[in-house]
C-alpha cells in the first residue's frame, strides 16, 4: 500500500510540474528583451501600468520578418460617467494567462497568425483593454458603487499605451520602419482614432505607408468634456474633439495634418447592434436596443458618409453578419477581430483584410456605400 501511495505521490507531482512547465513556458509569454527573436510573442509592462481596478496591466509584442509594424487596440465597453463606472460597462482586468488574454482579445481576426495573410510577417504589438477610457485616459474617477463605498476607476490607458510604445521602441529595433497601421474594434477603434496622431508624431514619423483603421463609431455631445474630465486625456488629444463624433473629428485632424500622406479608413456593419444599444445609451439613458434604434444607427452612417468623403476617408460597410444569435434585423459588432475579416463579402468581392492590404499600398477604395439605403 505504502508502495502504491508513492507511486500516485511521483505521479502527481510528475504532472504538477507538467502543468507548471505549460503554463510559465506555453500560456505566459516571456519579457520582452533587447533583440527579441522572430515570431515569438513577448509581455510588455511596467510598474507604471494597470487596469482600471488598479492591478496589473500587460501589453504584447511579436517581431516579424517584415520591416513594417501593426499596432491593434482591443475593445471592450467604455467609462463615461459614474453609472457606467459602477455598472462595469468595460473590461475592468485582465485574464491573467498571457495567450489566454490574446486569444480572447483577436479570436481568428486581423493580428491572428494566419499563413497567407498580408500581415503575417509584420511586427505586432497588442494592447488588451481594461481601463474604460478608449485606452487615452491618465487620470483616477472616483465614484461610490452600489455598496455605497467610494472608489476609484483608473483611466490609466494611455499611460499602459505610452509606456508600452517606449519599452517597445527601445528594446525591439523597430524604429525604421517601411509600413504602420494602427487599427482597433469597437473602444479600440476609437482608440485607434484618438492615438494615431500620437503614434505617428512620436514613433514612426518617417514611415512611408502611414495608416489607420478605425472599426466603429458613436455620437455623443460630450466627448471632449468626457475625454478631458472623465479620462484625462492629455490635452493634444482631447482638443481635437470638437464636434458630437469622436471618430469624424479625430480623421478630420490626421487629415488636415497629414494630408495625402495618411491613409484613413473606416468601417462598420450597417446596424451594429452592440453600438446601436450604446448609441441609444448615450441619447435616452437607456441601455437597450430594439430595430428602432438599429434603424437610427443604419441613419447615422448615412449621414456621416459625405463627411467622411471629404476629408478622404475609404469606406466599407458590410451586412451579412447576424448580430449574435438575435433574430432582429441587425447586424455583427465590429470585424477586425473575428474570422469574418479574412472572408470576402458576396456584395463587395473583397474583405476587409484585402481592402486594407490594398491601402497599405496606396489603393483606396470604397465598398459598400449603398448599404444605407437598404431596406431590412
Known sequence: MKKAFKIIGIIVLVLLAIALLVFFFVLQYPNLKKDPTAGKWYRVTSREMKTSEGGRYRAFFKKGSENKVLIYLA??????????????????TETFIDKLTNVTMNMGGLATEIEGSPFENWS?????????????????????????????LYHNGYINYTQTMQIVMELAGIEDVEAVIVTG???????????????????????????????ASLLHDDWHAI???????????????????????????????????????????TR??????????????????????ADLYQQILKD????????????????????????????????????????PFEEQGQSIAGWLADAVRGELKDYGLDLVEKQY
Open 124 to 152: 505586432v504589438i497588442l494592447f488588451p483593454y481594461a481601463t474604460g477610457d478608449f485606452h487615452a485616459g491618465t487620470g483616477e474617477f472616483h465614484y461610490t458603487d452600489h455598496d455605497g463605498k467610494e472608489k476609484i
Open 304 to 343: 456621416t458618409i459625405p463627411q467622411f468623403q471629404e476629408i478622404g476617408v475609404s469606406l466599407f460597410l458590410w451586412d451579412g453578419v447576424a448580430w449574435y444569435d438575435d433574430p432582429r434585423n441587425m447586424t455583427a459588432h465590429t470585424i477586425i477581430a473575428t474570422p469574418a475579416v479574412w472572408l
Open 75 to 92: 475593445g471592450g465597453g467604455v467609462s463615461v460617467n459614474e453609472e457606467t463606472a459602477r455598472d462595469d460597462t468595460y473590461n475592468t
Open 272 to 293: 451594429d447592434g452592440d453600438l446601436a444599444k450604446v448609441q441609444n445609451y448615450f441619447d435616452t439613458g437607456i441601455m437597450d436596443v430594439t430595430e428602432k434604434e
Open 227 to 269: 475625454a478631458a474630465d472623465v479620462w484625462q486625456t492629455p490635452q493634444e488629444i482631447s482638443d481635437k474633439l470638437t464636434g458630437n463624433n469622436l471618430t469624424l473629428d479625430c480623421l478630420t485632424a490626421l487629415h488636415e495634418k497629414y494630408g495625402d500622406g495618411i491613409h484613413l479608413l473606416f468601417d462598420s456593419s
Open 185 to 215: 474594434y469597437s473602444a479600440g477603434g476609437f482608440a485607434a482614432a484618438l492615438l494615431a496622431d500620437d503614434v505617428f508624431t512620436n514613433y514612426f514619423p518617417d514611415a512611408e505607408s502611414k495608416n489607420v483603421l478605425v472599426d
